[in-house]
Structure formats: C-alpha cells, structure tokens
T-cell receptor, first 115, second 114 residues
C-alpha cells in the first residue's frame, strides 16, 4: 500500500508557464510535507515544505498548497525555467507515533521545461 | 560547510560477494537515513537512525541487509551475498534534531551486481 502517490510520472511545460506537480497521501498521521528536487547522478535536495497547520507556503517561484481534507498537496512553479527540469519527489512525515521522523517518498515526477 | 558524503561513488561486484557502503553525515545531525533507488523507481526507505534510539529497520528487504551507525556519526550499510536485484543507487541522508526539518542527501553509491 503506497502511502504517498505522485500519479504523474512526467510533466512537460513551456518556459515561462506554470508547472503544477501533484501528490496524494493516505496516512492521516502525516503532518509535515516536503518537496525535493533531484538532478541526474545527484542526491535529492530540499526545495520547500509545509506543516499541516498551514494550507500554503511560498518561497520565491515555488508555492506548495496543502488540502488536508482531500489529503492532497501540490507544488506550483511559476514562471518555470529550463533549469527547473528535474525529478521532483513529494515526501510526507509524521511527528508523532511509531513512524515519527521517518519520511515516506512518492515515486517522483519528471519535469521538463522547454525553452 | 561539508555536506553528506558517501563512498564509494560506484561499486561493481560479483553476485554472492559482500559489499559495504559508507555514509558520513553532516556533523551534528542526529538522524540518519538509508534509501535505495532502483532504475526508474522512487526512493525506497531502508533504515533510520535517530540519536541513541534503536534504529527503525522496517525497510530492510532481507536479512542480507544490515546497517550500523558508530558513535552517532558514520554509518555503514552492509549487503551480504549480493544478488542482481540489489543493483541500485543507495542514498544516505541526515537531518538535524527536530522532526520538522529537511533531510540532506549524499550523492549516492551506484551498486552494480554482475
């Protein structure tokens, strides 16, 4: 049973447009969500996060939205740039319970931004 | 400052051999994680160390896999009697104390079992 799902394996957008990456989760114990970006042959790097007490967090061109009732979060990148082309992983963590501190990752979405 | 480092960067081994993968976390980070990424797949959790607590080994795929973290710092992931399905990139990450912090990943070790 996959607790964190990224249903779109890939996404292609034009430079300057908005990229929207989606993530769904099933475990109601998750209360902290993160997005990581990964270039080939490198480890993932942290991009942006959101706590379950918020529904939006913005950092420059990146905004993460959280809909707790739908157990859904999304990452918006605007405007998209060719350098944003990478694999984006959604991750969810719980601060309490037996799995506290452990992150569960989705399978990733490969974003391609075309010049 | 220095990030998470892993060694070797690449390892080719014959089926049935044992391998050791090393992770040097960021100094002062209390949590350390190992993940595996097979070709075209996501990040598969393997094991999690948090301070002096017993590690969470729930992701280890078989008893051929083990890991230790000495002195709360360096960690070694050992795979005994390697199989071809063990071929993957093994990623290590560390995190500061506090659950609401991000993980910092190393560059990974690409393991190929022939």
């Amino acid at each position: 049973d996959q607790q964190v799902k990224q249903n779109s394996p890939s996404l292609s957008v034009q430079e300057g447009r908005i990229s929207i990456l989606n993530c769904d989760y099933t475990n109601s114990m998750f209360d902290y969500f993160l997005w990581y970006k990964k270039y080939p042959a490198e480890g993932p790097t942290f991009l942006i996060s959101i706590s379950s007490i918020k529904d939006k967090n913005e950092d420059g061109r990146f905004t993460v939205f959280l809909n707790k009732s739908a157990k859904h979060l999304s990452l918006h990148i605007v405007p998209s740039q060719p350098g944003d082309s990478a694999v984006y992983f959604c991750a969810a963590s719980a601060s309490r319970g037996t799995n506290a501190g452990k992150s569960t990752f989705g399978d990733g979405t490969t974003l391609t931004v075309k010049p | 400052g220095a990030g998470v480092s892993q060694s070797p960067s690449n390892k080719v081994t014959e089926k049935g051999k044992d391998v050791e993968l090393r992770c040097d976390p960021i100094s002062g980070h209390t949590a350390l994680y190992w993940y595996r990424q097979s070709l075209g797949q996501g990040l598969e959790f393997l094991i999690y160390f948090q301070g002096n607590s017993a590690p969470d080994k729930s992701g280890l795929p078989s008893d051929r896999f083990s890991a230790e973290r000495t002195g709360g710092s360096v960690s070694t992931l050992t795979i005994q009697r390697t199989q071809q399905e063990d071929s993957a990139v093994y990623l290590c990450a560390s995190r500061r104390a506090g659950f609401f912090n991000e993980q910092y990943f190393g560059p990974g070790t690409r393991l190929t079992v022939t």
